[in-house]
């Protein structure tokens, strides 16, 4: 089965901008989260979406929000960018809700 | 905000030597997972302990969970130079709204030399 796929890989946006990142799971899985990181807060979770419902939601600002569409794929989206929002945003699918699979994240650069 | 504190925060060994790297969490939780992660790219599962087991093993890892302590470790045995990464613990808590949602530790970063 393929991996987890994210896209774009690298992006880089201007401060105010808002930007979408895109993440396909593995084949059969229905579980889909996000995750931010960054040096300095380390791997933070972001929102988890399981058949088209957010089940669970991290600590973050309304800013930040997401969607699953009906073949399990996923977009997150931050609006109003700040410069703090630069990280790797990683997109992590399960299918029974224990091991989650990793692709290879979006880098995001806020300027 | 971070469940898990591994320890210690960098170590750096001889191809050959054993690993080891320590995780202590803070609430109760349902299992703890270990992930390693090759600069700065995506997250590989290593392996899942659930709350009512005390050890498991998968090829070269052995991992062993204190829930009286709550506390976790990981052994790498016989290391080689791709283990180089770094290595985070990672909680899923119990009560967590029928969600997946991991919380990692800051990580250990990992070099071994050749």
């Known amino acids: 089965k393929a991996g987890v796929t994210q896209t774009p890989r690298y992006l880089i946006k201007t401060r105010g901008q808002q930007v979408t990142l895109s993440c396909s799971p593995i084949s059969g899985h229905r579980s889909v989260s996000w995750y931010q990181q960054t040096p300095g807060q380390g791997l933070q979770f972001l929102f988890e979406?399981?058949?088209?419902?957010?089940?669970n939601k991290g600590n973050f600002p309304g800013r930040f929000s997401g969607r699953q569409f009906s073949n399990s794929r996923s977009e997150m989206n931050v609006s109003t960018l700040e410069l703090g929002d630069s990280a790797l945003y990683l997109c992590?699918?399960?299918?029974?809700?224990?091991?989650?699979?990793f692709g290879p994240g979006t880098r995001l650069t806020v300027l | 905000s971070q469940q898990g504190e591994e320890d210690p925060q960098a170590l750096s060994i001889q191809e050959g030597e054993n690993a080891t790297m320590n995780c202590s969490y803070k609430?109760?939780?349902?299992?703890l997972q270990w992930y390693r992660q090759n600069s700065g790219r995506g997250l590989v599962h290593l392996i899942l302990?659930?709350?009512?087991?005390r050890e498991k093993h998968s090829g070269r890892l052995r991992v062993t969970l204190d829930t009286s302590k709550k506390s976790s470790s990981l052994l790498i045995t016989a290391s080689r130079a791709a283990d180089t990464a770094s290595y985070f613990c990672a909680t899923v808590s119990v009560g967590n709204q029928a969600g997946t949602a991991l919380i990692f530790g800051k990580g250990t970063t990992l070099s071994v030399s050749s």
């Open positions: 992590a699918s399960s299918f029974l809700g224990d091991t989650q699979y």
């Open positions: 979406y399981f058949s088209e419902t957010q089940r």
């Open positions: 302990i659930r709350s009512n087991e």
């Open positions: 609430t109760s939780i349902n299992n």
